[in-house]
């Protein structure tokens, strides 16, 4: 067995199990990002044999908060599948979330496809047929979130679960870097923040990771939810919490545990 193949079995049994592994780099040190990015497509390879299907990819780690919060600094990438795809409340127990941490973001939905390289942040507003307010719940198969940046691209980028608000707004129609978020948890203010913490503009962030999955060969499909990254520190969350989120002028969005 490769040892793409081997940590790939491990985060998949990991995320079945319910339990962590230590820190793959740690396990070893020569791993590189083009080894995590494999490992990651071993992990998704044995999900999809399970019955999961791509829907669309995500951003990780892009604003400094989150980089700081992380000590990882520079952003990562990952797929998004049907099964992560939440459309009510959130069971822990049937996703099997370990330490489960909830960010805002902005999911874009395109109408066309995009290949990377040389995709621009013009191209990524021509492409999206919406714009909507979403929270991804992060989670991670490394034991206490002590991850490199090879430990979430490899752990695909540390996603559990997401779910998009009811609203639908054209990206042509706003200033996504101006665009400002609040965040709530169990009704108190928690978090603000803009449009601009992901790499000053969420299309920009969009647009590098078409780019960046281009040198794999890997496409952003017509049809793909994209998240673009969290514009709020990244908050823990419990049974029982329940998170809501205003993207102001759009819409909002509202996560809760179970």
Known sequence: MS???????ALYEALRDRRTLPPLIEQNAALTMDDAYAISLEFLALRRKDGERVVGKKIGVTSKAVQDMLGVHQPDFGFLTDWMHIDGDIDVDAKALIAPRAEAEIAFVLKEGLA???IT???VIAATDYIAPCFEIVDSRISDWKISIVDTVADNASCGVFILGDAKADPRDHDLPSLHVTVTKNGAPLSEGYGNAVQGDPAQAVAWLANTLGTYGVTLDAGDIILSGSLVPLEP????????????GVGTCTAKFI
């Open 121 to 123: 942040a013009e191209q």
């Open 237 to 248: 969350a419990v049974k029982g919490d329940v998170f809501e989120m205003t993207l102001h």
């Open 3 to 9: 040892v793409h193949s081997q940590y790939g079995s």
């Open 116 to 118: 990377g390289p040389g």
